[in-house]
């Protein structure tokens, strides 16, 4: 069974830049969809970036141009690199694997890590 750990939250400033992390355990990542959720309380879970076994990326909207995903099979890691970030992107960011019919839809996924927290605030 995939296990996902997520790391690299913290508190940033306005226009600061941070790098999420996202590692597999308990098997390959190969063939696998991984995708970048984010939720605040209350919300519902936003899809933010998905790439594909072929690296095929995806964005949404609001962070389009500011936020970069990759990923190394050989690692068995995703990241999620923030930049130019706003007081609007503060959520738990969640780590996502599966095979999605709609990237950014949460259900399509299998596999979840237990997030972490991205923080911005003068």
């Known amino acids: 069974q995939v296990q996902l750990v997520e790391s690299g939250g913290g508190l940033v400033q306005p226009g600061g830049s941070l790098s999420l992390s996202c590692q597999a355990s308990?098997?390959?990542?190969?063939?696998?969809?991984i995708a970048w959720f984010r939720q605040a309380p209350g919300k519902e879970r936003e899809g933010v970036s998905c790439?594909?076994?072929?690296?095929?990326?995806f964005y949404a909207d609001s962070v389009k141009g500011r936020f970069a995903i990759s990923r190394d099979n050989a690692k068995n890691t995703v990241l999620l690199q923030l930049y130019d970030l706003e007081p609007e992107d503060t959520d738990v960011y969640y780590c996502a694997a599966g095979y999605p019919s709609t990237w950014y839809r949460p259900a399509d996924y299998t596999y979840w890590g237990r997030g972490t927290q991205v923080t911005v605030s003068a």
């Open positions: 308990g098997g390959g990542l190969v063939f696998v969809v």
């Open positions: 790439i594909t076994h072929d690296r095929m990326k």
